[in-house]
């Protein structure tokens, strides 16, 4: 009798220490980011305008698993090319024409996203978006053309801190920069 409640304690014992593992914590499955990067690929890669105001993107990324998220960046940011004149044929003259002018682009594309170091208050990562934007030029004549044009952006290395509410950046190459910082909230 004393083998049968010493081994039932023993049982219960160690279906109890069974019963106390630590449970991995929960990450957040959605997040909302603001960020504003530089136009050096556009300015300095590219050379398509003498110099970039700044890219502004919004982005919202949802976490399948702990390493791949998948999500959508709104993406908008302007050049500006300045001329020193322009043969107008309809005067039959040469214009000097020191003015900026002026070039929007806005881009949505769907990301996705891969990190390496997920802990609940850092996370370190890469990915990639590719999309169609929207651009708006402006030509000497004050008009405006529209066209599509690729959009896209590889980060090469992305970091965020903070649990909720978070900053990071980003270092990659694309129309958001080749830096980038970014705030935002988790949830």
């Known amino acids: 009798m004393k083998k049968i409640s010493f081994i039932t304690a023993l049982i219960a014992c160690a279906s109890m220490a069974y019963a106390q593992e630590i449970e991995k914590p929960q990450l957040p499955k959605n997040e909302i980011s603001i960020s504003v990067g530089d136009n050096m690929f556009e300015t300095q890669i590219t050379q398509e305008s003498d110099y970039g105001i700044g890219s502004y993107s919004l982005s919202y990324h949802n976490r399948v698993t702990d390493w791949f998220w998948y999500g959508v960046t709104f993406n908008s940011f302007t ?49 990639i978006a590719l999309g169609w934007g929207l651009v708006r030029e402006s030509s000497h004549y004050d008009e405006s053309n529209y066209r599509l044009g690729l959009y896209f952006q590889a980060t090469a290395f992305g970091f965020s801190v903070g649990k909720k509410f978070f900053f990071g950046g980003e270092i990659g190459i694309g129309y958001k920069g080749l830096y980038s910082l970014n705030v935002g909230y988790r949830f």
Request: aromatic share 20%; no cysteine; proline share 6%.
């Open 79 to 127: 050049t500006v090319d300045t001329y020193d004149g322009y043969y107008d044929y309809n005067s039959g003259q040469y214009v000097n024409d020191n003015t900026p002018h002026y070039n929007l682009r806005f881009s949505l594309a769907p990301s996705v996203r891969f990190s390496y170091l997920n802990k609940p208050n850092v996370t370190l990562y890469s990915g």
